[in-house]
């Protein structure tokens, strides 16, 4: 069964609103999340990493007052896409890691549309 | 970031044949992982491979991680319709102490019936 939970599956929102999506890891404590973001027909960028209890990397070029991310609990990450524009439509898609070593598991990911 | 270069980018092949797709790096890697993608879907964990030269399998599928440490293949026997999918290898760079995955540009299979 599924190990990391993303929700919504799907957002339609309005241009300059704000859109929440969720990343739970549900078995383990992840202690690092990854929100990652794909276009399509193409393979998957990473935007962030999410470490509980401190700030976030952002990859290069990627707006972190934009992307908001917070990883408040050891099972929970939320990714806030700011003042959404229709370029940010896209798939998001987080991962998370327990231990160290383990391998990564991805979420089923948030198709968002921006109108 | 950086990609690795994985290849074919499609394949359409009848069902029942093998297909076999590949990446390669010019970096070392200290794992590699082998992930499948359905439409509208997250990558699902296929295979994860940790040393240099392990050969793994899981069902259907094999995995190799390559001597080099800089090349990795993915075997799929006996193809059949579900296996349609984007299958991506990503590793894990052997600089990179946060874990991060590097990926490669997915592998488009189609299998006709």
């Known amino acids: 069964g599924a190990v990391v939970s993303q929700h919504p599956s799907r957002v339609i929102c309005k241009s300059g609103t704000s859109v929440k999506i969720e990343c739970r890891s549900l078995d383990f404590q992840a202690t690092t999340m990854f929100w990652y973001r794909q276009f399509p027909k193409q393979s998957l960028m990473l935007m962030a990493t999410?470490?509980?209890?401190?700030?976030?990397?952002?990859e290069q070029g990627v707006e972190k007052d934009k992307f908001l991310i917070n990883h408040a609990s050891l099972t929970l990450s939320t990714l806030t896409v700011t003042s959404a524009h229709p370029e940010d439509s896209s798939f998001y898609i987080c991962s998370a890691r327990g231990r160290r070593g383990s391998p990564l598991h991805f979420g089923n990911g948030t198709r968002l549309t921006v109108t | 970031g950086q990609q690795l270069n994985q290849s074919p980018q499609s394949m359409f092949i009848q069902e029942g044949e093998d297909v076999s797709m590949n990446c390669t790096s010019s970096s070392i890697f200290n794992t590699w992982l082998w992930y499948k993608q359905d439409p509208g879907e997250g990558p699902v964990l296929l295979i994860a491979l940790y040393k240099a030269g392990e050969l793994t399998s899981n069902g259907r599928l094999t995995a190799q991680f390559g001597i080099t440490r800089k090349d990795s293949f993915l075997n799929i026997s006996a193809s059949i319709p579900s296996d349609v999918g984007i299958y991506f290898c990503a590793g894990q760079p052997s600089n990179n102490a946060g874990n991060m995955l590097t990926f490669g540009g997915g592998t488009r299979l189609m299998v006709k019936p």
């Open positions: 999410s470490n509980e209890g401190s700030k976030a990397t952002y």
